[in-house]
């Protein structure tokens, strides 16, 4: 998450290199299970997840401040993509010749519940709630809705021909809106009698011309009354 390092899974290499980002310079190379493909790194930087296709059916947890395999979590059949809820709790990984979903603790790196999913499914991404993961399933042509609260498919998507989305494919909130420099400090609300005071500090400027005043607007839920001020 902080952009300093990546993590590269080398299928036939039976590892995964780790990249300095600011030397673009592989720093270390570590061993995991057999035929590597997806990774996915908890958002506190900690750890990072891999699916290991192969023989091994398995998930290599790495501590990334060690670059060593810490935990090595049976999954599915043929685990492809995995990926790690916002709050770091659990992680979800796409087991392909299996037709599920295994969800891991992360803080015991055990399996906690095995989803049925649609067809070959490939790709797993889960929202900024943490509340749903999304998975593609490559053969049945279908995106399966897994609610995080139940582990259950709370929905089945049709979509086209072979669907095969990797990585974080949900897209993000949009860009907040720009604080004008200097912006007008809230200090103090205080409601009462139908009437609210808010007191602030004031900024010199917003960046360019002088700033001489400040509207506020109320909308009670009787109706909807602006009241300008300074």
Do not use: K, M
Request: glycine share 10%; charged share 5%; proline share 7%.
């Amino acid at each position: 998450p902080a952009g300093t390092f990546a993590y590269v899974a080398n299928r036939d290499s039976n590892n995964v290199s780790v990249i300095n980002t600011a030397t673009n310079a592989v720093v270390a190379t570590v061993p995991v299970g057999t035929t590597p493909q997806g990774v996915a790194v908890n958002s506190a930087g900690t750890f990072a997840y891999v699916a290991n296709a192969g023989s091994s059916n398995t998930v290599s947890v790495i501590d990334t401040a060690t670059n060593a395999v810490v935990a090595t979590v049976p999954v599915g059949t043929t685990p492809h993509g995995v990926a790690v809820n916002p709050a770091g709790t659990f992680a979800y990984v796409t087991n392909q010749s299996s037709n599920t979903v295994s969800v891991i603790d992360t803080a015991t790196n055990a399996v906690v519940a095995t989803v049925p999913v649609g067809t070959r499914p490939y790709g797993v991404a889960v929202n900024s709630a943490g509340t749903f993961a999304y998975v593609t399933n490559a053969v049945s042509n279908t995106v399966s809705v897994i609610d995080t609260a139940t582990n259950t498919v709370v929905a089945t998507v049709p979509v086209g021909t072979a669907p095969a989305a990797f990585g974080n494919f949900i897209g993000g909130l949009p860009a907040p809106a720009t604080t004008v420099p200097g912006a007008p400090i809230i200090g103090a609300a205080t409601a009462g009698n139908a009437q609210a005071t808010v007191t602030f500090t004031a900024p010199a400027s917003n960046g360019g011309s002088a700033i001489t005043g400040y509207t506020g607007i109320s909308n009670p839920t009787r109706g909807v009354d602006s009241n300008a001020g300074t």
